[in-house]
């Protein structure tokens, strides 16, 4: 059973920073690519940044590109979310989720992801 686990979330001022991780479980880690995604109220959940699974390759969406890093240690089974210029429009659940099948990378659809994390409510006050 796949378990993946987010924390960091909260609450900060606009141009404020904080780093999102997702400890995952239950599968080989190192196998899948992982990504973040996002909801915030009243819209649909939108895809923020992927990460193949050796972490070489990385693709962003572009409201996020210069300001969020995604990254992952193999070793402690964990991708990490960095969001650092922040604004209010970044207010919303963020999600980690585990790739469908194993390979290097997936894509930034949602389709393509099989398992996905509780959530982390983060807040941007302007």
């Known amino acids: 059973q796949v378990q993946l686990v987010e924390s960091g979330g909260g609450s900060v001022q606009a141009g404020g920073t904080l780093r999102l991780s997702c400890a995952a479980s239950?599968?080989?880690?190192?196998?899948?690519?992982m990504a973040w995604f996002r909801q915030a109220p009243g819209k649909e959940r939108e895809p923020v940044a992927a990460i193949s699974r050796s972490g070489s390759m990385k693709s962003y969406v572009d409201p996020v590109k210069g300001r969020f890093t995604i990254s992952r240690d193999n070793a402690k089974n964990t991708v990490y979310l960095q969001m650092n210029s922040l604004k209010f429009e970044d207010t919303a659940i963020y999600y980690c989720?585990?790739?469908?099948?194993?390979?290097?990378?997936?894509?930034?659809?949602?389709?393509?992801?099989?398992?996905w994390g509780q959530g982390t409510q983060v807040t941007v006050s302007s």
């Open positions: 239950g599968r080989t880690f190192s196998g899948y690519a």
């Open positions: 989720a585990q790739c469908r099948d194993a390979g290097q990378i997936c894509g930034l659809g949602q389709y393509e992801y099989r398992y």
